[in-house]
Structures are given as C-alpha cells and as structure tokens.
C-alpha cells in the first residue's frame, strides 16, 4: 500500500493562505488520481479537491477559485494550496486515493485553524 503523511496545517486570521504537502511512497503514485478530503467533529468527511495522474483537476463548490491541488510526481507529492481562507474552512485535512471505498486508511491528517 501507498502510506501518505500529510503536513503543512496551522493557525491563521480568515484571509491568510497555508500550502499542505501529502508526501507518498511507491513508485506508481504518478497514476494515481489523489484527493484532498477534510473532516470537522460531527461530520461527514468530505472532498474538497481531486487530481488525476495526468493532472486533471476538480473541486467542491465551497474551494472554488480559493483552494488549487497539484503534484509534482518526482517528488512522489500531492499539495494544496489554500488561499482566501474562511472560518468555516476549519477542519482536519487528510490527502488519499480519490475516489475512496470503505476500509481505507486514513492518516493522522493536519489540521487546519482559520479564525475570525
């Protein structure tokens, strides 16, 4: 299995920008499609951006013209970049196979704080 470590979450004032990294091992990660998911306490995980192994994007209406995900195959990594954030971005942010079926794993995420 690809294991995936994601990094880069924090602290900011609504307004700010953070990058997250999900670093991969495997030498197939380049055709993997992959997505960014987030989840706050008492919801459903959800997706926030996908990116196919030729570079393809797609993402949920709230991130739309914020976040942008890209990947950089020899480095085995996937990043999101977040800019403009919101209160309501708050959330633990995991990176995975996209789409996911029941019974993955997820990794310990990183979170990310937007205050007011």
């Known amino acids: 299995q690809v294991q995936l470590v994601e990094s880069g979450g924090g602290l900011v004032q609504a307004g700010g920008s953070l990058r997250l990294s999900c670093a991969a091992s495997?030498?197939?990660?380049?055709?993997?499609?992959m997505g960014w998911y987030r989840q706050v306490p008492g919801k459903q995980r959800e997706l926030v951006a996908s990116?196919?192994?030729?570079?393809?994007?797609n993402y949920a209406d709230s991130v739309k013209g914020r976040f942008t995900i890209s990947r950089d195959n020899a480095k085995n990594t996937v990043y999101l970049q977040m800019n403009s954030l919101k209160p309501e971005d708050t959330a633990a942010y995991y990176c995975?196979?996209?789409?996911?079926?029941?019974?993955?794993?997820w990794g310990q995420g990183t979170q990310v704080t937007v205050s007011s």
């Open positions: 495997g030498t197939l990660f380049r055709i993997f499609a």
């Open positions: 990116i196919t192994g030729g570079g393809s994007t």
């Open positions: 995975n196979r996209w789409p996911v079926n029941g019974g993955v794993n």
